[in-house]
C-alpha cells in the first residue's frame, strides 16, 4: 500500500509559477511510475504528466508542453510538477498517482492504469 500526499497548490497570478509535491510513503516508491492529473470545476479529470521509474522517460499532455516539468527525488520518495506560465485554463485540483506495474521506461496517459491516487490540492490562476 502506497499512500500519496500533494502540497504546494495555492492561487497565483497569470503568468506566474507553482511546484506541486507529491510525498509517497512505503519502500518501494523508487519502482512505481508517477503521474500527475488535474480536474477543473465541471469537468472530466484529465492527464497533465507522467515519469517513469527510471526518470528516462517523461510524458506530457498537449496543453502543458513547454510550461510544466515533472521530476522526482527517489531518495525523498516525491514526485514534483513544475509549473511555469501559469494560465487561468490551469485552474483545477491536481492529483499524483503512482503505476506499480511499469516497467523500466514505461509512462502511461491513462487514469485506469494508475494504483494509488492522493487527495489533491487546488491550484487557482488568476487573469
Known amino acids: 500500500q502506497v499512500q500519496l500526499v500533494e502540497s504546494g497548490g495555492g492561487l497565483v497570478q497569470a503568468g506566474g509559477s507553482l511546484r506541486l509535491s507529491c510525498a509517497a510513503s512505503?519502500?518501494?516508491?523508487?519502482?512505481?511510475?508517477m503521474g500527475w492529473f488535474r480536474q477543473a470545476p465541471g469537468k472530466e479529470r484529465e492527464f497533465v504528466a507522467a515519469i517513469s521509474w527510471s526518470g528516462a522517460s517523461t510524458n506530457y499532455a498537449d496543453s502543458v508542453k513547454g510550461r510544466f516539468t515533472i521530476s522526482r527525488d527517489d531518495a525523498k520518495n516525491t514526485v514534483y510538477l513544475q509549473m511555469n506560465s501559469l494560465k487561468p485554463e490551469d485552474t483545477a485540483v491536481y492529483y499524483c498517482a503512482a503505476d506499480r506495474k511499469k516497467t523500466f521506461s514505461g509512462v502511461t496517459h491513462l487514469q485506469s492504469e494508475y494504483d494509488y491516487w492522493g487527495q489533491g490540492t487546488q491550484v487557482t490562476v488568476s487573469s
Open positions: 512505503g519502500r518501494t516508491f523508487s519502482r512505481y511510475a
